[in-house]
């Protein structure tokens, strides 16, 4: 069975060069798909080590460089503040504390970041981006499907992992990434007139709220209430979205056991949890650092001299566990800054899809679309704030769909504009 698996994938792999050499948008669906889902870590044999994502980079950027497809960037305020954002990470890398971890941790960003701009480079059209959000879906979906039936199997006793190694691979990021998965998946569902593809999906965005839940994460309950608030307020059937909360949310959360309840009440009470506070150590720390180094700390920065110097607990060592204060931290005021413009130009960027087309019935997938990531997007600044997911690369991809979306909204208006003009 593990060697059928490895054979499968390495097929999957090379049999996609040939259609990426023709179009560089097939290289980026198949990173994104590598990136995600990590189909590699399903297996154990010779595939879980091998370097797909590399040699499919490799091929894509040739095929961008090789064929006629528009080369720049959109000009777009998102994709500015990405590549000031991408600067100011090579510079305070420069003046890192730890020079040689920092450079290693870079390389890999780096990656992550170079991708995500080749991603807004070749997405363009209607049907890359429906594509791109459907290969979002199935690489996260899998775990949510995976994980729910896990979930219900067990009686929510047993806690539900990602993939091990990856972004994903612990309890409470992979819960994070389930979150934002179920409102693409919502997206999908209205774009389709396939009543098994909606019956499909319904189950799987049921499927992945148990798996999130069956993750024990206290951030991500907080993310998912975030995300569902927000969903409903962007439905246009708000009774019915309401009925549909009211019914499932207590089945879902009576049916988790006492343990788990046990868990989530401790979110009042963080005071008494070492994790949460260890959290907080470490956030104290970040802005203590950020203070006193205008560049930050570079990557990699928890380590006990750091701590001993910036924290109010020198013996607390720990990661960030905020996108927030990792942004902060490793990367100064500054830093966050970006990123935190960088979130608010796809929230707005966003927002003006929706103004600009939900009242066209041929553009209403631009609108519903926006609206999905804006909900993805606030359960994962909910649950980000307690996770170091600041170079997950989802959400960039979703930054990719936004500016892909703007520009098609705002062709389409100056196409309607140009019909009536006199």
Known sequence: MTAMRDIFVTIIVFASLPLIIKHPVNGVLMWIWISVMNPHTQSWGFAATFPFAQIVAVITLFSLA????????????????????????????????FPAASQAQLVKVMKIMLMSLVTMVVIRRREDVHRMIWVLVISLGYYGVK??????REGGNYL????????????????????????????????????????????????????ALGSYSRGALLAIGAMLVLMWLKSQQKLLGAFILV??????????????????????SYEADSSAMGRINAWHMAYNLAKDRFFGGGFEIADPSVFYLYAPDPTAVHAAHSIYFQALGEHGFIGLGLYLLLGTLTWRSASWVVRNSQHDPEWQWASNL???????????????????????????????????????TAQRLAERQAGVAP
């Open 247 to 268: 019914l499932c949310t207590p089945l879902a959360l009576l049916y988790m056991p006492e343990r788990w309840t046990e868990r989530m009440d401790s979110i009042a």
């Open 160 to 211: 539900v992992w990602g993939p091990i190694g990856t972004f994903i691979g612990g309890n409470n990021e992979i819960a994070l990434a389930l979150i934002i998965a179920i409102p693409l998946m919502r997206y999908l569902q209205l774009s389709t007139n396939r009543r098994w593809v909606r019956h499909a999906l319904t189950a799987a965005m049921l499927l992945s709220a148990m798996a």
């Open 370 to 408: 926006a609206k999905m990531i804006q909900s993805s997007l606030i359960g994962f600044a909910v649950g980000g704030a307690f996770l170091s997911l600041l170079y997950f690369d989802v959400p960039y991809y979703l930054m990719a769909a936004v500016v892909a979306l703007r520009a098609l």
């Open 66 to 97: 090789t064929s006629r497809t528009p080369k720049t960037l959109p000009a777009s305020g998102i994709t500015f503040v990405l590549l000031a954002m991408v600067l100011w990470m090579n510079v305070t890398t420069l003046f890192a504390l």
């Open 147 to 152: 994980g729910g039936i896990f979930t219900v």
